[in-house]
Every structure is written in structure tokens, then in C-alpha cells.
């Protein structure tokens, strides 16, 4: 194992920040950038705007699902820098697929205010107000102006999905993960498994539940987004937990493992 050092290090970390800064910019702008090509108080396009965030997690998912196996297997048995270059040229091609469409977008403009002034404005009411309690009213998290409720603060729970890349990888490193006798999964490849849920329910929820509930509720998507959100949350939280649980029973074992070697 190399140490890297000097310009190498620049280079290396540039990167890695660089591809994390565009990462966070792509899934910040790409969705909300899709729903403006939906005018959602037209039911026909409201309908539509639903089925695209659905099949939009499902493309996402198809793709991570061949970083997570072709591209897995390129890098451990073909070398980083072949991992590198095909990650790079497939954002090159759909930076110019994506740029190719910008005649046809509908680009709404906001004149209220300048979007960089908004994020900066959530920051500093954040810090501001850090030390305030939460009042029993929850409508007093609102701020009235006019007739109009006004949210200051936003929250965006994303530790899931981070915890999924990360520290899942590091639990695969210390398990078994052989399914017969030549095959084993790689811990880098082990986060497809809640991706191939996704791929299978996505569907299923566009094609059998929207429809469905649909018919209850009256809505146009089924169910609100708001909703949709709040189940997700309710998910994540499960998810976590769960995960947390089987983290302390693997240290339980491993710590009677170690035990019983040294009794031995």
C-alpha cells in the first residue's frame, strides 16, 4: 500500500470533494427541475408529475444498481483508474443528454428573491434561533405574513441513505457474505439489496397502489406528497432502528466469540 501524499493528495481529495459538491447539486436540482415541467394544478399533468418521481427513483436505481455490480467489479478486478474513467465519462454523457433538452424545459423563474439569499436566510434563522424552545402549538412554528403561513427552517433527513453508504460498507468488511461455495457478495456491492426492493416496489406502487388509492381518496397521485414523505420518514426511522439493533446483537456475538478464542 502507497501512502499518497503532495500533489497526489490534492488531486485525489479535489476530486472526491468535487464529485461529492456536484452529487448533492444533481440530487438537489434534478427533481425539483422535473416537477416544473408539470403544471400541477392541470389533474392530467398532476397525474404525470407523480409517475415521474416515481420512474425517477426507479432510473436512479437502475443505475446504481450497475455501479453497484459492473462497476464494483471493474474496480477489484480491473484497477481504480478504470472505475475512475468510466464513472467520468458516463456523467459527461449525461451532462449532454440532460443539456440537449434545455430548448424544450419550461423554466419557471421566482421574482421574489434570489435562491442563494434563501439558503443563506435558513442558515442564519437556524443559528439564531438554536436555543429557542418548541412551543406546544405546532402553528406556532409559523410565521404569518398576510394570510400566507410562511416556513423559515427546513429539514432535509438524509442520515439513512448516508449511513447505507458508509457504515454498511464497513459492517459487510466484517461479515461472511458467501452465498454458496463460489460466490460471495462484495461489501461494496452489498447496498443493492434495499435497491433491488426499490426496483420491484417502485412499479408496484405506480401501476397498482397510485390507481387504487386513487380511487379512495379522490387525489390525483393517490396520496399527497406530503404524505408520501411522512410514510418515508416512518420507514426510515424503522429502518434505522432495526439496524441499530442488529449492530449491538453483532457486537454481543463477536464479543463471546472473542471470549470463548481466548478461554480456548
Given at each position: 500500500?502507497?501512502?499518497?501524499?503532495?500533489?497526489?493528495?490534492?488531486?485525489?481529495?479535489?476530486?472526491?470533494?468535487?464529485?461529492?459538491?456536484?452529487?448533492?447539486?444533481?440530487?438537489?436540482?434534478?427533481?425539483?427541475?422535473?416537477?416544473?415541467?408539470?403544471?400541477?394544478k392541470d389533474p392530467k399533468e398532476a397525474k404525470q408529475m407523480s409517475s415521474f418521481f416515481n420512474w425517477f427513483l426507479l432510473s436512479g436505481n437502475i443505475?446504481?444498481?450497475?455501479?453497484?455490480?459492473?462497476?464494483?467489479?471493474?474496480?477489484?478486478?480491473?484497477?481504480?483508474?478504470?472505475?475512475?474513467?468510466?464513472?467520468?465519462?458516463?456523467?459527461?454523457?449525461?451532462?449532454?443528454?440532460?443539456?440537449?433538452?434545455?430548448?424544450?424545459?419550461?423554466?419557471?423563474?421566482?421574482?421574489?428573491?434570489?435562491?442563494?439569499?434563501?439558503?443563506?436566510?435558513?442558515?442564519?434563522?437556524?443559528?439564531?434561533?438554536?436555543?429557542?424552545?418548541?412551543?406546544?402549538?405546532?402553528?406556532?412554528?409559523?410565521?404569518?405574513?398576510?394570510?400566507?403561513?410562511?416556513?423559515?427552517?427546513?429539514?432535509?433527513?438524509?442520515?439513512?441513505?448516508?449511513?447505507?453508504?458508509?457504515?454498511?460498507?464497513?459492517?459487510?468488511?466484517?461479515?461472511?457474505?458467501?452465498?454458496?461455495?463460489?460466490?460471495?457478495?462484495?461489501?461494496?456491492?452489498?447496498a443493492i439489496i434495499p435497491i433491488i426492493f426499490l426496483l420491484v416496489l417502485v412499479p408496484i406502487y405506480d401501476r397498482l397502489f397510485v390507481p387504487f388509492?386513487?380511487?379512495?381518496?379522490?387525489?390525483?397521485?393517490?396520496?399527497?406528497?406530503?404524505?408520501?414523505?411522512?410514510?418515508?420518514?416512518?420507514?426510515?426511522?424503522?429502518?434505522?432502528?432495526?439496524?441499530?439493533?442488529?449492530?449491538?446483537?453483532?457486537?454481543?456475538?463477536?464479543?463471546?466469540?472473542?471470549?470463548?478464542?481466548?478461554?480456548?
Open positions: 500500500m502507497v501512502k499518497v501524499g503532495g500533489g497526489d493528495a490534492a488531486l485525489l481529495f479535489g476530486g472526491l470533494y468535487l464529485v461529492a459538491a456536484g452529487s448533492a447539486g444533481i440530487k438537489a436540482s434534478l427533481p425539483s427541475h422535473g416537477a416544473d415541467q408539470f403544471e400541477e443505475g446504481t444498481v450497475i455501479s453497484l455490480t459492473l462497476v464494483v467489479w471493474i474496480q477489484d478486478n480491473k484497477g481504480w483508474d478504470l472505475r475512475f474513467g468510466i464513472s467520468s465519462i458516463s456523467m459527461v454523457v449525461g451532462a449532454f443528454f440532460f443539456t440537449s433538452g434545455l430548448p424544450r424545459y419550461r423554466i419557471q423563474v421566482i421574482q421574489k428573491s434570489n435562491a442563494f439569499v434563501e439558503v443563506i436566510q435558513v442558515y442564519v434563522a437556524a443559528f439564531r434561533n438554536q436555543n429557542l424552545r418548541l412551543p406546544e402549538d405546532p402553528e406556532d412554528l409559523y410565521e404569518i405574513d398576510g394570510d400566507e403561513p410562511v416556513m423559515e427552517i427546513e429539514f432535509l433527513p438524509h442520515r439513512d441513505v448516508s449511513q447505507l453508504q458508509t457504515f454498511s460498507i464497513q459492517q459487510a468488511v466484517t461479515m461472511d457474505t458467501r452465498i454458496t461455495k463460489h460466490f460471495h457478495i462484495t461489501p461494496a456491492s452489498l388509492a386513487r380511487r379512495i381518496t379522490g387525489h390525483p397521485t393517490g396520496i399527497t406528497h406530503l404524505q408520501r414523505i411522512g410514510v418515508g420518514l416512518v420507514l426510515s426511522c424503522l429502518s434505522m432502528a432495526v439496524a441499530g439493533i442488529i449492530e449491538v446483537k453483532r457486537k454481543e456475538v463477536a464479543r463471546k466469540h472473542n471470549m470463548l478464542m481466548l478461554y480456548r
